[in-house]
């Protein structure tokens, strides 16, 4: 099976509308040649939900679903393992902040039986928003070099969280891939404002993370994408000047994660270092001053709109429910 369905509850983890334990599934992954990529996703999904479920959106195998955009198409011989992490992730941001706290054990749990089951095989996470608490969080749990790589799409989290979390032997045997962008600045504002922080003046990871084996890569930046392009990894630059999934919607981005997560050796941690700017722009720099090709245009409907509501602060990171006919087409 090229993809394994996971829903993961505050007591227990459990297969998706399929019979039989997780954990024997994953043991039957044994002979299965190739990365173990779990995929977590962020706010207002919810799974077996009818218009929420991330098993059927986010997660779904098609065009503009994870598993296909990080090579998942159903031969399991030669593709790998593809894990889908669903959550409960509906309620207030404090809450679902504090739920993802404790799920990172549950994925911790996940990582050690897929190590179990096939020790020489690498395993990678990839998480988005708050799905980044989850992943940070089951380091905590977790002995040196269980993930390999680790990438954080605009993580709803906080750096002196981080920053505790790489810290651990898990943490510190792991490379981490923080993508950032200014047009997700409104979402972090928000985020700060809504969840406690650990510690005063503390910041959320979209201002970087202060760590050896931590890249922050500035998706907006278009330096950045200059590198990447001639690297033969091109990615279409921002058209907004606030999106909170552009991390994912961008045209060509995940075919850059898929080549991070399934050809480490072609794109060393440190080699991408050397390459890519090591500042970052600071924060409402996109806002305060548009790029050329923005500069004559005031902020547009879907901006004052996402604007609104993260001011409002009532609901959440609610994404836009892409048209289904549409669903390869990016958000932002």
């Not at 992954?29 to 929420?52: C, L, N, W």
């Not at 406690?196 to 994408?225: E, H």
């Not at 794109?267 to 500042?279: F, S």
Request: charged share 20%; proline share 9%.
């Amino acid at each position: 099976m090229p993809l394994l369905r996971i829903k993961a509850t505050d007591l227990r983890l459990q297969l998706h509308r399929q019979s039989g334990a997780w954990r024997e599934a994953v043991r039957a992954t044994d002979v299965t040649a190739g990365p173990a990529i779990i995929m977590v996703h962020g706010f207002k999904y919810a799974p077996e939900s009818a218009t929420h479920c991330p098993h059927e959106k986010i997660f779904a195998m098609r065009a503009g679903g994870w598993p296909t955009a990080l090579g998942f198409y159903g031969y399991p011989k030669t593709e790998g393992l593809g894990i889908a992490f669903g959550w409960y992730a509906r309620g207030s941001l404090w809450q679902v902040h504090r739920r993802a706290a404790h799920l990172g054990r549950m994925l911790a749990d996940l990582v050690i039986r897929l190590r179990d089951a096939a020790p020489e095989r690498p395993v990678h996470v990839i998480a988005h928003s708050m799905g980044s608490e989850i992943a940070l969080s089951a380091l905590e749990f977790l002995p040196p070099q269980a993930i390999r790589r680790m990438i954080l799409l605009t993580g709803a989290s906080y750096a002196s969280r981080a920053q505790t979390a790489l810290i651990t032997p898990a943490g510190q045997t792991s490379e981490v891939f923080n993508v950032i962008s200014r047009e997700n600045d409104l979402f972090d504002l928000a985020f700060e404002r809504l969840v406690p922080a650990p510690k005063p003046r503390d910041r959320a990871v979209g201002q970087g993370i202060d760590r050896q084996n931590v890249l922050n890569l500035q998706l907006d930046c278009p330096q950045t994408l200059s590198i990447l392009d001639g690297l033969g990894l091109p990615v279409a630059a921002a058209r907004r000047r606030v999106c909170h999934w552009s991390s994912y919607t961008r045209p060509g981005v995940m075919a850059f994660y898929a080549k991070l997560l399934r050809d480490p050796d072609h794109l060393p941690q440190a080699r991408l270092a050397q390459l890519l700017p090591r500042d970052t722009s600071p924060r409402w720099s996109r806002l305060m001053k548009a790029p050329a090709a923005m500069s004559r245009a005031p902020l547009t409907l879907p901006d004052l709109a996402a604007t609104a509501r993260v001011l409002r602060a009532k609901t959440g990171f609610l994404p836009p429910a892409p048209p289904a006919r549409k669903h390869n087409e990016p958000v932002c």
